[in-house]
T-cell receptor, first 114, second 115 residues
Framework: GDSVTQMEGPVTLSEEAFLTINCTYT??????LFWYVQYPGEGLQLLLK?????DKGSNKGFEATYRKETTSFHLEKGSVQVSDSAVYFC?????????????FGKGTMLLVSP | NAGVTQTPKFQVLKTGQSMTLQCAQD?????MSWYRQDPGMGLRLIHY???????DQGEVPNGYNVSRSTTEDFPLRLLSAAPSQTSVYFC??????????????FGPGTRLLVL
């Protein structure tokens, strides 16, 4: 079946540091890939997505490139802020699970200190 | 538009009690899903629906029941609550078309504590 693997957290950074959160996936066919963000006490918000190989999703300074050759979708940001502290989820749509539901990774907590 | 709404926001149950978690969306989305979020486990699919009158099981369906009588509503029923069902529950919806371009929209969640 489909699966998503994320690096374990928490990831602890100082403000303005460079962020990378690794995400790899296993799926048949050509899934779409997503990053969702969950701020403390809130629900999930879509951060960015990519629907085909070599697509780059970007939003709020975050970027991720769909790499089919390495089955990866790593999240990056050049300069993090305290307000970026949250849990980040990598997810895929498609593959064996079809297009009706998402398959999620376990989430990576990011803590940014001033 | 309100998007996806969930009620209640927080609930405490005793073991063996039953309750219904409500989910509604006003985007005319055909697809709706229920997930549970547990520490270190990410989000796991409980049940989902691809349209009114059609439901199917996800990864962790035991102890939960769903029905979809209208496009807008997708309630999740706990028939006899157990401490293992203590979790945060999220409802999501998406349009049926778009295939790989589809985006799922999430509600704010319901925190459930079973004593």
């Amino acid at each position: 079946g489909d699966s998503v693997t994320q690096m374990e957290g928490p990831v602890t950074l100082s403000e303005e540091a460079f962020l990378t959160i690794n995400c790899t996936y296993t799926a048949t066919g050509y899934p779409s890939l997503f990053w969702y963000v969950q701020y403390p006490g809130e629900g999930l918000q879509l951060l960015l997505k990519a629907t085909k190989a070599d697509d780059k999703g970007s939003n709020k300074g975050f970027e991720a490139t769909y790499r089919k050759e390495t089955t990866s979708f790593h999240l990056e940001k050049g300069s993090v802020q305290v307000s970026d502290s949250a849990v980040y989820f990598c997810a895929l749509l498609g593959g064996n699970s079809g297009y009706s539901t998402l398959t999620f990774g376990k989430g990576t907590m990011l803590l940014v200190s001033p | 538009n309100a998007g996806v709404t969930q009620t209640p926001k927080f609930q405490v149950l005793k073991t063996g009690q039953s309750m219904t978690l409500q989910c509604a969306q006003d985007m005319n989305h055909e697809y709706m899903s229920w997930y549970r979020q547990d520490p270190g486990m990410g989000l796991r699919l409980i049940h989902y629906s691809v349209g009114a009158g059609i439901t199917d099981q996800g990864e962790v369906p035991n102890g939960y029941n769903v029905s979809r009588s209208t496009t807008e509503d997708f309630p999740l029923r706990l028939l006899s609550a157990a401490p293992s069902q203590t979790s945060v529950y999220f409802c999501a919806s998406s349009a049926s078309g778009g295939g790989p371009r589809k985006t799922q929209y999430f509600g704010p969640g319901t925190r459930l504590l079973v004593l």
